[in-house]
């Protein structure tokens, strides 16, 4: 798990193509880009621009992806995000591989991130991850989620 700034995000390129395709996309995207999946390199990299409520992190479930790292870049509001290694995680439901996701039991700690806006979280397939969570009181957030394909 990394954790940095859209505005500080240049030397992270260097983990490959795909992972610098999402950067530049997040860089030049227009504020305005309406919610939805948007193409960056076809299926290989694509952003979701959401805009949700946050909600207590009892509501949420950790996560994984196998064939996706998650670039989460936090556009407005803030949320809450709790992670951990997935290797020390018990599996609650199985890998789903069309869906590309397990999800996992939540253990006695979590370490947890604080989100504003700016902020970009790039999550790899041992980071389980729990977005969406309120920090405090509910707040809405807009969010994008560059999905980039592993091979």
Known sequence: MILTTLADCAPYQVLGPRISAGLRWLRAMDPATSDGRHPVEGDDVFALVQTYETVPGTEKR?????????????????????????????????????????FYADPPFC???????????????????????????????????VKVRLD
Do not use: W
């Not at 790899?124 to 991850?129: G, L, N, S």
């Open 62 to 102: 950790l996560e994984t992806h196998v064939r996706h790292v998650d670039l989460q870049y936090v556009a407005d509001g803030h949320e809450r995000i709790l992670h951990a290694p997935a290797a020390a995680l018990t599996i609650e439901t199985p890998y789903d591989e069309a869906n590309d996701i397990a």
């Open 111 to 145: 370490s947890s991130l604080l989100m504003r806006p700016g902020d970009l979280a790039i999550f790899f397939p041992d980071d389980a991850h729990k977005p969406g969570c309120m920090a405090g009181a509910r707040h809405t957030v807009r969010k994008v989620v």
